[in-house]
Nanobody, 116 residues
Framework: QVQLVESGGGLVQPGGSLRLSCAAS????????MGWYRQTPGKQRELVAAITSGGNTNYADSVKGRFTISRENAKSMVYLQMNSLKPEDTAVYYC??????????WGQGTQVTVSS
């Protein structure tokens, strides 16, 4: 069974930075795509950033230029470096993995709060 465990969330002031980590229980080569999503109460979960097995990336317009997604295959890790954080980035952030059979797996989420 695939397990994804996020870490790195917390409270940060506006303009600050955080790095989220997602540890996968399987080799990264098991997954076609890894992504980060976020959700706030009453809203749908939205894509923040995604990275394919080939290293192609995709970002939500709201985070372009501020967030960077990366993967470290040898450690089965995916990261989300978040810079210049804004209060509107406050959300629960989820890691998602999609395997080659297009099955999705989700982590439990980590809270990010941007506030002074």
């Amino acid at each position: 069974q695939v397990q994804l465990v996020e870490s790195g969330g917390g409270l940060v002031q506006p303009g600050g930075s955080l790095r989220l980590s997602c540890a996968a229980s399987l080799s990264m080569f098991s997954f076609a795509t890894m992504g980060w999503y976020r959700q706030t109460p009453g809203k749908q979960r939205e894509l923040v950033a995604a990275i394919t097995s080939g290293g192609n990336t995709n970002y939500a317009d709201s985070v372009k230029g501020r967030f960077t997604i990366s993967r470290e295959n040898a450690k089965s890790m995916v990261y989300l470096q978040m810079n210049s954080l804004k209060p509107e980035d406050t959300a629960v952030y989820y890691c998602k993995a999609t395997d080659w059979g297009r099955h999705d797996y989700w982590g439990q989420g980590t809270q990010v709060t941007v506030s002074s």
